[in-house]
């Protein structure tokens, strides 16, 4: 459908058609990074779930493949659903995923490539021993899903987790093999919350508490902490906790108990994520599913449904200690072009400022933020209460913000989507930052999502305040502080599109006037290119 191709996007990995959701069994093996994706072949709504298969040199250009897995089994015939990939120390490649039995039992199964000497592994099997895991006693049929990649410990034996619930208590269960075939259930879980239902996706691996190395995901020991993410099935939302493991009693415990179930990768539109260790460049990469946030109706029109976010290079903030970095995967930037600089922009209290950088529909922007010192420090205490989804958005004005970029904005801003930072300013003087982007007029469309998202964001002594958006014509990704808060923004603009799109400067605050320095690139649009069997072979 033409009507709505403006708002495919250029760079962004998607499937040529129909509905997408989680990514599967990242992995990279001789010489190509392979994605799995949970695949619906037949629509652009969630159904009919098998596994889609591509496959990079780069983690930008993609090659799709033939579907890797289909539901032609009784233990996967109402979906072949999430799963990861292990790969062991002899070279063999393990893939648990869960199917949806006949009678939409959850259980797991095992797969492994039918030629591990072909690096694009375009032939799976399934183990005729499957399924290899069935609901525990105790756990709801329905309740059981999406094994993690396996890690090894020093008993000699691999596990892997699993996430569940009991009652509203959600939970990760870990089991442990030696071949991928027979598991045992361990006493006790790695971790559990109330009241946050079934945990989804779950995923656990380490981070370096000294060094910008990623990790593979069984390391252990000093310096090493340990992340256990899990996707909320009730909000939908991806939350993370840093915690100390101890493999040997197989105990985990999270470092700061006063943080709920933790924080969250991003505050906009990103779920069912799953990293990776990357061995060809020894960094841990991370996937997100980006969703829809229009009608279902729409999608159907449009003929497909879901992005996947930029693969995202995960490390430990060693500055804070306290929350993860998240970075645009270094590849995304071979796609720059062109590319204007802005020095020391002056943008005055209640002002708005053009950009002329041409068209703006897909663009890699780089912005450092600077508010006028002297009037921090006249400014009194300000509104405390702020909240970047409760508040009136981009456009309340306060006396230290908000002020921040204006993107996939048509001339006359009838649409447009701020990016933004406010500052607020305590009685004791001290300053809390949010960092929050506003769909509210992202879209003269009515059918869609016209939320604020955002959160409070950490800024240490001295340090400037600092944003990278990748805006991809449906799609912002908006990165604070090298990725210390992240949100993503799914928008549909319908006059903000093309040559219409442009970028602009503002500060709403009433007191402090801002100074801002940009570099902006054109970014070229990736290739992801069709199968043909023909030419291809
Ligand atoms: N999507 C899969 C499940 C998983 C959910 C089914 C998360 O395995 O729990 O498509 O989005």
Same mark, same amino acid.
């Given at each position: 459908?033409?009507?709505?191709? &403006? ?14 959701n989680?990514? !599967? ?5 001789? *010489? +190509? ?13 969630? *159904? ?7 496959v ?14 289909? #539901?032609?089994?009784?233990y996967?015939?109402?979906?072949? +659903?999430?799963?990861s #990939?292990?790969?062991l ?10 199917? =949806? ?12 490539? /039918? !030629? ?5 592994l ?35 034996? +691999? ?39 079934? &945990? ?28 256990i993410?899990? =996707?909320?099935?009730?909000?939908r !939302? ?13 105990? &985990? ?17 990103f ?26 109706i /729409?999608?159907?029109?449009?003929? +497909? #449904?879901?992005v ?10 060693t500055?804070?200690?306290?929350n993860?970095l998240?970075?645009?995967?270094e590849?995304?930037?071979s796609l ?12 005055? /209290? *209640? ?8 068209t ?6 780089v912005?450092?933020?600077e508010l ?7 400014? #009194? ?14 456009? %309340? ?5 908000p002020?921040?970029?204006?993107v996939?904005?048509? %001339? ?65 990704? =908006?990165?604070?502080?090298g ?24 500060n ?6 801002v100074t801002s320095?940009?570099?902006?690139w054109?970014?070229n ?13």
């Amino acid at each position: 459908n033409t009507m709505l191709s &403006w708002q495919r996007t250029a760079y962004h990995f998607q499937p040529e058609k129909n509905w997408m959701n989680d990514p !599967n069994g990242p992995m990279y093996y001789k *010489g +190509w990074y392979h994605f799995f994706y949970q695949y619906n072949p037949n629509g652009a709504v969630w *159904g009919d779930i098998v596994w889609g298969h591509a496959v990079s040199k780069d983690l930008i250009h993609w090659l799709h493949l033939p579907l890797a897995m289909v #539901a032609d089994q009784w233990y996967d015939m109402n979906g072949v +659903w999430t799963g990861s #990939a292990t790969i062991l120390p002899d070279g063999q490649v393990i893939m648990l995923y869960t199917g =949806s039995t006949n009678e939409s039992v959850q259980v797991q199964n095992l797969a492994y490539p /039918a !030629n591990l000497s072909d690096p694009l592994l375009i032939n799976w099997v399934k183990y005729s021993g499957n399924p290899v895991l069935h609901p525990p006693p105790g756990i709801d049929s329905q309740d059981f899903r999406d094994p993690t990649t396996a890690w090894y410990t020093s008993d000699g034996k +691999w596990n892997i987790a699993i996430g569940s619930k009991v009652n509203k208590t959600g939970i990760t269960l870990i089991y442990s093999t030696e071949d991928f075939k027979n598991f045992e259930l361990s006493d006790g879980v790695l971790y559990s919350f109330p009241g946050t239902g079934m &945990w989804e996706c779950v995923d656990f691996y380490p981070v370096s508490n000294t060094s910008i190395k990623g990790l593979d995901t069984s390391v252990k020991g000093p310096g090493v902490k340990h992340v256990i993410k899990t =996707s909320l099935d009730q909000d939908r !939302n991806d939350y993370y906790t840093l915690g100390t493991y101890d493999e040997k009693t197989g105990k &985990w415990v999270p470092d700061n108990t006063t943080i709920g179930l933790g924080l969250r990768y991003d505050y906009g539109m990103f779920y069912a994520s799953k990293s990776f260790y990357d061995l060809h460049k020894g960094r841990r990469v991370l996937w997100g599913w980006i969703q829809e946030s229009d009608s279902e109706i /729409a999608d159907v029109k449009k003929g +497909w #449904a879901s992005v996947q976010s930029i693969p995202r290079t995960v490390l430990l903030d060693t500055k804070t200690g306290t929350n993860l970095l998240q970075w645009p995967v270094e590849e995304v930037d071979s796609l720059r072009l062109t590319s204007k600089v802005f020095d020391k922009v002056e943008v005055k /209290a *209640g002002s708005v400022v053009p950009l002329d950088v041409g068209t703006a529909t897909q663009v890699d922007i780089v912005a450092e933020f600077e508010l006028d010192k002297e009037a921090l420090e006249r400014t #009194a205490q300000t509104n405390v209460e702020f909240s970047c989804s409760t508040s009136g958005g981009a456009a %309340e004005r306060g006396a230290l913000g908000p002020f921040g970029l204006l993107v996939l904005a048509d %001339e006359s801003l009838n649409e447009h989507t701020p990016v933004y930072f406010y500052i607020a300013k305590g009685t004791d003087g001290n300053l809390t930052t949010f960092f929050c982007a506003d769909q509210t007029r992202s879209s003269e469309a009515t059918d869609v999502d016209k939320k604020i998202y955002g959160s409070t964001i950490p800024i240490l002594k001295d340090e400037k305040l600092s944003v990278r958006l990748l805006v991809d014509h449906s799609i912002i990704e =908006s990165f604070a502080q090298g990725g210390r808060t992240c949100i993503t923004s799914r928008v549909y603009p319908t006059k903000a599109i093309y040559g219409a799109a442009r970028i602009f400067l503002f500060n709403n605050a009433t007191e402090a006037s801002v100074t801002s320095s940009l570099k902006i690139w054109q970014m070229n649009s990736a290739f992801i290119r069709p199968f043909r069997p023909e030419q291809d072979n």
